[in-house]
């Protein structure tokens, strides 16, 4: 699931780097959210370096285990401030 020339590679982007401000922020690490979602650490790194495409099924995994709905987040990567 590397991204490749994707349409949506800027959203991706986003997405990585506001997952990687919500795990901060909830004082969780890139191991402990990996164990939350039961994928490897090297997945949340490349999730949060915009560097892998992910689920819907992670995705939902991910917001619940930082604390947020799902549409939240989603809906924050397509805004113009993503904070």
Not at 12 to 41: F, H, M, P
Not at 45 to 62: A, D, H, P, V, Y
């Amino acid at each position: 699931m590397i991204v490749e020339n994707n349409k949506y590679e800027s959203e991706i982007i986003k997405l990585g780097l506001l997952i990687k401000e919500l795990r901060v922020k909830e004082k969780i690490t890139q191991e402990q959210l990996s164990t939350l979602c039961n994928v490897d650490a090297r997945t949340i790194q490349r999730i949060e370096k915009g560097q892998q495409n992910i689920t819907i099924s992670l995705l939902f995994s991910i917001a619940d285990s930082l604390k947020i709905e799902s549409s939240v987040l989603i809906s924050k990567i397509f805004s113009e401030n993503p904070k």
